[in-house]
C-alpha cells in the first residue's frame, strides 16, 4: 500500500508537469490551430534562464520569476516574429514554422551556450524528503504537486474571470465572431503565447528542480509528451489537457513501478499502446473540445 501511495505521488507530480505542457500546447492551439513544437524551447529558454541567474548569486526566489518571464517574452517574441506572418497560411505551413523555430533556437542553444549539459544551482531544500506515514515523499515533488495546483486555479480563474481570458474563450469558440464583437486579434494572440510562455516556464523550474541540469535539447521530450497528452485529452480542450497530462503521467509511473522487471524494456511501447487503446475507445480524447468536430475515420 505504501509503494502505491509513493508512486502515486510520483504520478501527480509528472502528471502535474505534463498537464501544465499541455495547456501551453492547448490554448495556442484552440485560438490559433497551431501544434506550436518550439514550445519545448520556452522551457529550454527558461532552464538557461534559471541557470545564468543562480551562477550570478541571485536567490532562487528571484531566479524563478525571472526564468517564467524570460519564458513568457520568448513566447510574445515569437509569435511576432515567427507566427504573426504566417497566421494566415495553412495548418502545414504554420507547423513547418514551428518546427523551423525550434530548431533555429537548439542550434543557437548548442553554438551561443553549449552542447553539453549545464549544471543548474538548486537551494538545498529541494533535495531533501519528508517521511508522511510510511513512505517518502521528495520536496520537488511536493512542490510540484502545489505548483500545479496553484496554476490550475490561477488558470480557471483568469479564463473565467479576467476579460483577457474571456476574449481568449470567445476566440477558441469562434474566432470570426469574436472579431465582429470587438476583440483584437493580435491582442487575443499574443495573450495565448504570453500564457503558453508562462505555463512552459513554471514547467520548465518543476522539470529542472528534479534534475539540476539543462541543455540544449531539454524541452524536446517533455513538449513531445505533452503533444501525446493534449492528443489524449482531447485536442483543443483545456479540461482535456489537464486530463490527457495526469493520465499519461499515471501510466508512466505505474509501468516503470509495477510492470515485471523483465519487461521494462518495453515499458514505453506499452505506454503509447495504452494511449492508442483509449483513443481507439475516445477517438476525440478523454474531454473532446467542444467546437471540434468529431473525427470521422
Known amino acids: 500500500m505504501d509503494l502505491f501511495l509513493q508512486q502515486t505521488t510520483n504520478a501527480l507530480a509528472l502528471g502535474g508537469t505534463y498537464a501544465l505542457l499541455a495547456l501551453g500546447l492547448a490554448v495556442v492551439f484552440s485560438i490559433m490551430g497551431l501544434i506550436n513544437f518550439a514550445h519545448g524551447e520556452l522551457m529550454t529558454i527558461s532552464g538557461y534562464t534559471l541557470m545564468y541567474a543562480g551562477a550570478a548569486g541571485l536567490p532562487f526566489a528571484v531566479s524563478v520569476p525571472l526564468a517564467i518571464l524570460a519564458a513568457m517574452v520568448a513566447a510574445v517574441a515569437m509569435e511576432r516574429i515567427a507566427f504573426r506572418p504566417v497566421r494566415n497560411a495553412s495548418g502545414a505551413t504554420m507547423l513547418i514554422t514551428s518546427f523551423a523555430v525550434a530548431m533555429i533556437l537548439q542550434v543557437l542553444f548548442q553554438n551561443l551556450i553549449s552542447a553539453r549539459s549545464q549544471a543548474v544551482l538548486l537551494p538545498d531544500f529541494l533535495s531533501d524528503s519528508v517521511r508522511v506515514g510510511g513512505f517518502v515523499i521528495g520536496v520537488n515533488k511536493i512542490v510540484a504537486i502545489v505548483a500545479t495546483v496553484v496554476m490550475l486555479i490561477f488558470l480557471d480563474r483568469f479564463m473565467n474571470k479576467q476579460k483577457t481570458g474571456i476574449a481568449m474563450r470567445a476566440a477558441a ?106 483513443l481507439l475507445i475516445r477517438p476525440n480524447g478523454l474531454i473532446p473540445s467542444r467546437v471540434l468536430g468529431a473525427v470521422k475515420v
Open 173 to 278: 469558440e469562434d474566432f470570426a465572431v469574436a472579431r465582429l464583437m470587438g476583440i483584437r486579434a493580435n491582442t487575443v494572440i499574443a495573450g495565448a503565447f504570453a500564457l503558453s510562455g508562462l505555463l512552459a516556464g513554471v514547467a520548465a523550474v518543476l522539470w529542472v528542480s528534479q534534475r539540476a541540469s539543462v541543455d540544449p535539447l531539454m524541452g524536446f521530450t517533455p513538449v513531445l509528451k505533452a503533444f501525446i497528452a493534449a492528443i489524449l485529452g482531447g485536442l483543443g480542450s483545456l479540461r482535456g489537457a489537464v486530463a490527457g497530462g495526469f493520465a499519461l503521467g499515471f501510466i508512466e509511473v505505474y509501468l516503470a513501478a509495477f510492470l515485471p522487471q523483465e519487461m521494462q524494456e518495453f515499458r514505453d511501447p506499452i505506454g503509447l499502446g495504452l494511449v492508442v487503446l483509449i
